[in-house]
């Protein structure tokens, strides 16, 4: 079955620090993985995927992910985090391309993110 | 477009009552989904659709939860009856058969 794991429930970070929330994925085939945000009371916005090429993806507001084959993961980065980037953050996978078989997404538990000044 | 639309935003209802959850996909999108967000068990997926029939329905939690279709631009999640445990957020998201998926602003249900 497909799933994808966040091992940490909260990240704290310093405002203008770099912050790194985890994703760690179990597949069978090509993985495809994607990372979400949510605001609260708000719904889930998209904010990068990887499906083939570049191991490091960018994505909005100035986050990317680097997809590791051999460490299975699907971390999200940014440089220099922001007090707005305060939010709880979703890794989901993709249970595969086939076209009406398997485009639905499976999430992990999430992550939510604090960012201090 | 003005993305995936939910109404209601919220909705407070009686333990027994009927509840009906509507949702616009994004044109053009040929699948819908129905998820559940409660702090417990985290963004569970109900059911989806493909093209308006319905695919995987394996999340649906028991016979009280019903969910339709009835053309690319409307689909319903109805509870009857409802209980408290039903208390929760519920997402609707569509998505292209090669796009990522976009959310609804979500109703919040509470069942008193």
């Known amino acids: 079955a497909q799933s994808v794991a966040q091992p940490e429930d909260q990240v704290n970070v310093a405002e203008g620090n770099p912050l790194t929330v985890k994703c760690t994925y179990s597949?069978?085939?090509?993985?495809?993985l994607f990372w979400y945000v949510q605001y609260p009371n708000r719904g889930l916005q998209f904010l990068l995927k990887y499906i083939t090429g570049d191991n490091l993806v960018k994505g909005s507001y100035g986050f990317e992910a680097e997809f590791n084959k051999s460490q299975t993961s699907f971390h999200l980065k940014k440089p220099s985090a922001l007090v707005s980037d305060s939010a709880l953050y979703f890794c989901a996978v993709r249970h595969g391309m086939v076209t009406g078989g398997g485009n639905k997404l499976t999430f992990g538990t999430g992550t939510q993110l604090k960012v201090e000044l | 477009d003005a993305g995936v639309i939910q109404s209601p935003r919220h909705e407070v209802t009686e333990m027994g009552q009927e509840v009906t959850l509507r949702c616009k996909p994004i044109s053009g999108h040929d699948y819908l989904f129905w998820y559940r967000q409660t702090m417990m068990r985290g963004l569970e997926l109900l059911i989806y659709f493909n093209n308006n029939v319905p695919i995987d329905d394996s999340g649906m939690p028991e016979d009280r939860f019903s969910a339709k279709m009835p053309n690319a631009s409307f689909s319903t999640l109805k509870i009857q009856p409802s209980e408290p445990r039903d208390s929760a957020v519920y997402f609707c998201?569509?998505?292209?058969?090669?796009?990522?998926?976009?959310f609804g602003q979500g109703t919040r249900l509470t069942v008193v």
């Open positions: 597949v069978s085939g090509n993985p495809y």
């Open positions: 998201a569509s998505s292209g058969e090669n796009t990522e998926a976009f």
